[in-house]
């Protein structure tokens, strides 16, 4: 069985830095784009950054340049550097990445969740 687990969440100071993890585990077969949303009280969830395979990366507006979104293909783990932290970064940060499990085709899958709340 597939999961994500994210980790890395927790209070901070404006101004302040996280680092967001999310590992893959179960039998995976390959793993294409992975990624990063968002979702605060009362709003719909929103990308906030994803990485493909090979490494190219995209970004919200709202975060260019503050954060940054890399991964490890050989731990199957994808990261989220956050720089410069507002109050409005505060949500519930979500993985997100397409794979393939080793018994079954591509499809999308999704962690429980982590809570970044910035606020002094």
């Known amino acids: 069985q597939v999961q994500l687990v994210e980790s890395g969440g927790g209070l901070v100071q404006p101004g302040g830095s996280l680092r967001l993890s999310c590992a893959a585990s179960?039998?995976?077969?390959?793993?294409?784009?992975m990624g990063w949303y968002r979702q605060a009280p009362g709003k719909q969830r929103e990308l906030v950054a994803t990485?493909?395979?090979?490494?190219?990366?995209n970004y919200a507006d709202s975060v260019k340049g503050r954060f940054t979104i890399s991964r490890d293909n050989a731990k199957n783990t994808v990261y989220l550097q956050m720089n410069s932290l507002k109050p409005e970064d505060t949500a519930v940060y979500y993985c997100?990445?397409?794979?393939?499990?080793?018994?079954?085709?591509?499809?999308?899958?999704w962690g429980q969740g982590t809570q970044v709340t910035v606020s002094s």
């Open positions: 997100n990445a397409d794979l393939a499990p080793l018994t079954s085709d591509y499809g999308n899958y």
């Open positions: 179960g039998s995976i077969f390959s793993i294409n784009a």
């Open positions: 990485i493909t395979s090979g490494g190219s990366t």
